[in-house]
């Protein structure tokens, strides 16, 4: 009889020991990223590209080019309009000044050099976002089109990830819902990764939404959730795309396996 209560026992510790690691799954979740997305006002051909995937860039630094004949033969049709609106206006200034001309003629000289100069300030800045400069720091995540490919007005050649524009995403039942507040801090774990990582919500989502078909979950609910969002610590210790774990308890370790 002792032998069947001591099986029991250790059957009851068992079962025990798998809802507790069932508590202490936490709550599955991945990486994503913002991107910066770096694309040419007009259409044109790439004619130059100084970076590839996986570059670290800083502000300012060059990342592709454009072919520019069209707008720089732009600028040039409208230098020469400047030139001869300014031949323009120096006769009539001149004749203003002797009385031989009227101050209309004056005027509309005056309002053609301002036309040209504008237009010749169009070209050039035309002429100059032919060159692709990173707006932000950060590592090239991905290209589109390379070099000798034509890219169309408004699609990016590039993306840049800032690595503050990393988040972590995961969701939680309505009941679970209770346990988070923006600013609070969570524990983040995932294979092979360092054991003291760590993000700060940011964003809790105010209406729920049904479980998204692809995520990493431990099981299946078809039941409502509640999207949330972190900001990693560590960003560079994380991937685009990796699966994680998120716990509300950042000091005790939780055995995961991990």
């Not at 969570?186 to 760590?198: E, F, I, Y």
Request: aromatic fraction near 6%; proline fraction near 5%.
């Amino acid at each position: 009889m002792s032998t069947w209560r001591h099986i029991a026992v250790l059957a009851l510790a068992v079962m025990l020991s798998g809802c507790n690691d069932k508590h202490d799954a936490g709550y599955q979740g991945w990486v994503e990223a913002d991107m910066i997305f770096v694309s040419p006002d007009e259409s044109g051909r790439v004619t130059k590209l100084d970076v590839r995937e996986g570059d670290e860039v800083r502000v300012g630094d060059h990342l592709y080019s454009v072919d520019d004949d069209l707008q720089q033969a732009d600028l040039n049709q409208n230098k020469a309009t400047l030139a001869n609106a300014k031949q323009t206006y120096d006769r009539a200034a001149a004749l203003s000044k002797t009385g031989a001309g009227t101050q209309a003629t004056l005027d509309s000289a005056v309002s053609a050099l301002r036309v040209a100069e504008a237009h010749v300030v169009t070209s050039q800045t035309r002429l100059a976002r032919r060159n692709g400069y990173a707006p932000v720091a950060g590592t090239v995540q991905q290209i589109y089109f390379r070099e000798g490919e034509m890219v169309a007005a408004g699609r990016p050649v590039l993306s840049i990830m800032p690595p503050g524009n990393m988040k972590l995403r995961f969701y939680v039942s309505e009941t679970e819902l209770p346990k988070f507040t923006i600013g609070d801090e969570v524990r983040v774990t995932c294979d092979n990764c360092a054991a003291d990582l760590t993000a700060r919500i940011y964003f809790i989502a105010t209406s729920a939404e049904y479980t998204p078909p692809v995520i990493y979950s431990l099981d299946e609910r078809n039941k409502l959730v509640y999207l949330i969002q972190a900001r990693p610590a560590k960003p560079d210790a994380l991937r685009v795309g990796q699966p994680v774990s998120i716990y509300t308890n950042v000091k005790t370790p939780v055995a995961d396996g991990r």
